[in-house]
Structures are given as C-alpha cells and as structure tokens.
C-alpha cells in the first residue's frame, strides 16, 4: 500500500471548519483513500473513503486531487468532540490486500472553544 | 447497540499467564480482523478470517498469539505465556468483505502484563 504523510497536529476553532491535508504521491489506479479517527481510549472510527471523485457523507466530506496524489479531509463545523487523532490511509482494493490498513501516526486534531 | 463488541476491556495479567480475547463482530459482516496498538503508535494489523477461515496470520507476532473464528462469528485471541512486551490495546474489526467496504473496530482490549 501506499505511504500517507499528514502533519503531526492542527488546531481548529470551535464552529470554523477543519481541513486536513494528506499527501499520497505513491497512490496506485486501484487503491482507495481511506480516513478514520481515534478519539483516546476508543477504537478507531471509520470518517469516509473515496476513490477519485469527491465524497461526502454525514460526519466529513473528502476532496481528492485529480492526479490523487493528495488529499483533503474536511469538517464542515467542528466541535469539541471532534478532537482526536485523525489517520489517512491509503489501501489496495485488490486480491486479499483490502482490510489490512496501514496507520501512521496520524494527525492531531484539537478544537478549541 | 449492534457495533463490534469485545471483552474484556480491560486485563491485568502477570508475565507468564495465558489470556483470551473475545471479538464479536457486527453480524452480517464476513470478515474480522485483529489489530494492535501500542502507546503512541497507530494500530498495527496482525490477522483476518473470512467467515471461518484464517486467511493471513504472518502478522501475528510469535508464535505465542493465535486466533480463531470456529463458527464464522465471534473470534478469540490467545496469547500463551505473556511477556510485558505484549502490553498494548488489541483492537478488532469487522467489514463486510466487499472491495472497498470499510472496517468498523471495536472498542478494544487494553492488556497490562505486569
């Protein structure tokens, strides 16, 4: 799979929107963009994934570039309990490959009041 | 709450001790998946089933730790002869096995071994 690169930690205000860069200039035709987040003492949380066009859903919309070597997470209005560390991850949509993510260290995402 | 459960949440078990985990994933999903994440770090993925079958478990960090999935349901995992190395929180997941359909991950087993 792919590498991810994410900046370690961003702030947001409360009510602004958060937007969370994620560069893959590795990324393959087939694999998808994946974004999860882990607020402390909780499993991970799946957010949304795409593939090449944009996505939105009811937590985040996702913008992909097109030559989908980057990536931007958005959420629309943050609040408090959004903070949480947020991973970008980039996994092949072939054979037995799916489900098996690769986590980075992921990006820290506070919201302030 | 029809999310991925697992029990206990939390084990203090003495070095040397054997431990079990249970995973009960969401039910219509197919595939299940074993995780662990240690202080500081990103979960770390150790092995999956399809339903019932063990299908990768290279991962699986010695030969100490082994899952199973006897009926395509709930899956355990065993570690034999704990070490404090294996300290960690051991997370599972569930998808339902379609190209791209996402993991949903339960909320965990934080293992102390002291």
């Known amino acids: 799979d792919a590498k991810t690169t994410q900046p370690t930690s961003m702030d947001c205000a409360e009510g602004r929107a958060a937007n969370l860069p994620c560069n893959h200039s590795t990324i393959s035709g087939n694999e998808y963009v994946y974004w999860y987040r882990q607020i402390h003492s909780q499993g991970p949380q799946y957010i949304i994934h795409?593939?090449?066009n944009n996505e939105t859903n009811e937590m985040a919309s996702l913008i992909i570039t097109e030559d989908r070597k980057s990536s931007t997470l958005i959420l629309p209005h943050a609040t408090l309990r959004d903070t949480a560390v947020y991973y970008c991850?980039?996994?092949?949509?072939?054979?037995?490959?799916?489900?098996?993510?690769?986590f980075g260290q992921g990006t820290i995402l506070t919201v302030h009041p | 709450d029809t999310g991925v459960s697992q029990d206990p949440r939390h084990k203090i078990t003495k070095r040397g001790q054997n431990v079990t985990f249970r995973c009960d994933p969401i039910?219509?999903?197919?595939?299940l998946y074993w995780y662990r994440q240690t202080l500081g770090q990103g979960p770390e993925f150790l092995t999956y089933f399809q339903n019932e079958a063990q299908l990768e478990k290279s991962r699986l960090l010695s030969d100490r730790f082994s899952a199973e999935r006897p009926k395509g349901s709930f899956s355990t995992l065993e570690i034999q002869r704990t070490e404090q190395g294996d300290s960690a929180m051991y997370l599972c997941?569930?998808?339902?096995?379609?190209?791209?359909?996402?993991?949903?991950f339960g909320n965990g087993t934080r293992l102390t071994v002291t």
């Open positions: 997941a569930s998808s339902q096995g379609t190209v791209n359909s996402p993991l949903h």
């Open positions: 795409g593939l090449k």
């Open positions: 991850i980039v996994s092949g949509a072939g054979g037995t490959s799916y489900g098996k993510l690769t």
């Open positions: 039910s219509e999903h197919n595939r």
